[in-house]
T-cell receptor
Framework: EDKVVQSPLSLVVHEGDTVTLNCSYE??????LLWYKQEKKAPTFLFML????IEKKSGRLSSILDKKELFSILNITATQTGDSAVYLC????????????FGTGTRLQVTL | GAVVSQHPSWVICKSGTSVKIECRSL??????MFWYRQFPKQSLMLMAT?????????EQGVEKDKFLINHASLTLSTLTVTSAHPEDSSFYIC?????????????FGPGTRLTVL
């Protein structure tokens, strides 16, 4: 059975800090790993990772995948209060429908 | 990223009525869409997989006669909550699968908040 594990579960940091969120996975026939941000509404797409060692970047957010060690990290530099959210890591499963296997999410709170 | 829309954003209805929620992929074709529901402070719960041109596949415990899914085209899936009751009040979210290129990504709609009185 496919599995995605995120850590930490919850994190509180001060504005301006840098955070690293972790995601490990066990997926048969891996195709991609996805990161989402969920605030009060539906998840918004952040990154799709398919290749090891290639950093994806969007503003202060970046992510990288290690297919040998089966994990990914999401970095947020110079955090702002608007970064407060639940960050979800997910992988399409091996079935033809590609349902997503989600991690439990990391709840990030950025305080002033 | 690609855009998925949902309509309506929120709906309030009386108990016993039916409510239809639309999910559209705006700039890509999606042979597969997914319907989730989410209660406050809880994880997304997959309800069903919607396949264009065929019947939806429902997760265990989800009543297919209660939650009717129709995937009429490559860009539209609908979820109809039939004979809605207060316990159906929830946040319903769809996602659409994009398999263009070599990867496999899902984009979520903004969600529909359903309140049944």
């Amino acid at each position: 059975e496919d599995k995605v594990v995120q850590s930490p579960l919850s994190l509180v940091v001060h504005e301006g800090d840098t955070v690293t969120l972790n995601c490990s996975y066990e997926v048969t026939n891996f195709r991609s790993l996805l990161w989402y941000k969920q605030e009060k509404k539906a998840p918004t797409f952040l990154f799709m990772l398919t290749s090891s060692g290639i950093e994806k970047k969007s503003g202060r957010l970046s992510s990288i995948l290690d297919k040998k060690e089966l994990f990914s990290i999401l970095n947020i530099t110079a955090t702002q209060t608007g970064d407060s959210a639940v960050y979800l890591c997910a992988a399409p499963n091996t079935g033809t429908a590609s349902k997503l296997t989600f991690g439990t999410g990391t709840r990030l709170q950025v305080t002033l | 990223g690609a855009v998925v829309s949902q309509h309506p954003s929120w709906v309030i209805c009386k108990s016993g009525t039916s409510v239809k929620i639309e999910c559209r992929s705006l700039d890509f074709q999606a042979t597969t869409m997914f319907w989730y529901r989410q209660f406050p402070k809880q994880s997304l719960m997959l309800m069903a997989t919607s396949n264009e041109g065929s019947k939806a596949t429902y997760e265990q415990g989800v009543e297919k006669d209660k939650f009717l899914i129709n995937h009429a085209s490559l860009t539209l899936s609908t979820l109809t909550v039939t004979s809605a009751h207060p316990e159906d009040s929830s946040f319903y979210i769809c996602s659409a699968r994009d398999v263009s290129g070599s990867a496999d990504t899902q984009y979520f709609g903004p969600g529909t908040r359903l309140t049944v009185l």
